[in-house]
């Protein structure tokens, strides 16, 4: 007979045990404190590969409480079958309420987009990193970015975003354009896009960032000053939609996925689903735009 034995092992609180947790906790405020700088942790075994979110989960599972409600995202989509996954995983092992909600939820874990609603202080956002070292790129030896970072040196990091905008005729790296947090240290924001970029600066929420299978996690704390790499007289832009509209409400000035039917006819719909919604419900939510310069 075939028995469903799913979540029915007896588990420690929200999976990882307790000496577990309280590391993570003391690195996560170790990071805190020091905005932008890549703290080690141990990253323990989870029930999903790496790469597929266990930063992020990490961070969720030794924060979370009964009384915290959690919102899970991927690609900005509740549905998506990784958020769900998550979602379903987070709610059984940590005996929490779950919500679509932007503003309902206490502690958000999300992958490549930043909500558009303003978020409060009384949020947690936690973004789900697979590469934390924005020096990767150009210095593959671990013990010299580690060094370049302590002294400031980030000399090779200038030069190839300027070959960028040779090749390109723009300062964009795609997703995940370096930043400079609280004027000190390059870090990565995640593979978001561009559009999101600037809304980490003087966040009323904290932002946390779990790599687990680098074993890093970086933070970025409420009201701290992040600024996107730029130079003098080439700035850093977000992504552009001009005349364009959302096919579902009608509505524009949101980050838009571009949607091919059947016949080819191309169109555009808002990415952020819980915004989607409320936008189509009722007044618009509370958001914070970035006009690019001229």
Known sequence: MIENIRFQESFNYAYIDEFTK????????????IPGYQVPYSSPEMPISRGWGTGGLHLTLSLVGPEDVVKVIDQGSDASVNACNLRLFIKEMANCNVTFNTAAATV????HRIPEEILTEKQILILQVPQPEPLRG????EAKTRTMHAEGDY???WVTLYEAYVRTGALRSGAGHPILVNGRYVATPSPIPSWDVPNLSMARCLYLFGAGREKRIHCIPPFTRVEPL??????FKVEEFVDVHCSVSGKNKAFMDEVYADDFSRSWVI???????KVRQGPRPPQRLFTNPE
């Open 22 to 33: 309280k590391e993570i906790r003391r690195k996560t405020l170790k990071a805190v404190c």
């Open 138 to 141: 150009v210095e593959r030896h």
């Open 108 to 111: 958000i874990q999300t992958r």
């Open 155 to 157: 000399a090779k990091l």
């Open 271 to 277: 990415n952020d689903s819980n915004f989607l919604d």
């Open 230 to 235: 730029e130079f003098e007289d080439i700035r």
